[in-house]
C-alpha cells in the first residue's frame, strides 16, 4: 500500500490501520491543501490581488493626494490589469457614470490615466 498523497507516494510499510490512507498528517494535509488550491486557487489568487491592492489605495485614499498617476500606482505596487469591478452610478448631477470598485473605494480612471477616488 502507498501514500495517497502523489507528492509522496511512498510505501507504507508500518500501517496502523487498513484505511489508512497518507503516511503521516503532513501528507494528508499537503493532499486536502492540492485539492483546495484546484478548485479554489484561482479565486484565492484573485482575493489576495484584491486585498493587495486594497490596501495600497486605502492608503493612497487616506493621503488626499488629489488625482493619482498611473506611475505613482505602479511605484506604490497597485497589481491593475482587469481586477476592479466596473459599474454604472448616477452621480450628484443625475449623470451615468462608469466607476471602478475594490471593496468599498471607489474611483474612476480619467482620460490622462490618473486614479480619482470618489
Ligand atoms: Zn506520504
Known amino acids: 500500500m502507498t501514500c495517497?498523497?502523489?507528492?509522496?507516494?511512498?510505501?507504507?510499510i508500518y500501517k496502523k490501520s487498513a484505511k489508512r490512507r497518507y503516511c503521516n498528517d503532513s501528507c494528508k494535509?499537503?493532499?486536502?491543501?492540492?485539492?483546495?488550491?484546484?478548485?479554489y486557487g484561482h479565486i484565492f489568487e484573485w482575493d489576495k490581488l484584491m486585498r493587495h491592492n486594497y490596501h495600497i489605495l486605502l492608503k493612497l485614499k487616506q493621503k488626499d493626494l488629489?488625482?493619482?498617476?498611473?506611475?505613482?500606482?505602479?511605484?506604490?505596487g497597485v497589481e491593475f490589469g482587469h481586477l476592479h469591478k466596473d459599474e454604472a452610478i448616477i452621480d450628484d448631477n443625475g449623470v451615468k457614470m462608469m466607476v471602478s470598485r475594490i471593496?468599498?473605494?471607489?474611483?474612476?480612471?480619467?482620460?490622462?490615466?490618473?486614479?480619482?477616488f470618489i
Not at 494535509?29 to 478548485?39: E, I
Not at 488629489?66 to 506604490?76: A, D, K, L, N, V
Not at 471593496?103 to 480619482?116: A, V
Open 4 to 12: 495517497k498523497n502523489p507528492e509522496c507516494n511512498k510505501d507504507m
Open 29 to 39: 494535509n499537503r493532499v486536502n491543501y492540492l485539492r483546495r488550491q484546484k478548485t
Open 66 to 76: 488629489g488625482p493619482i498617476s498611473c506611475q505613482t500606482r505602479e511605484s506604490h
Open 103 to 116: 471593496y468599498d473605494i471607489q474611483f474612476i480612471i480619467n482620460n490622462k490615466q490618473e486614479l480619482i
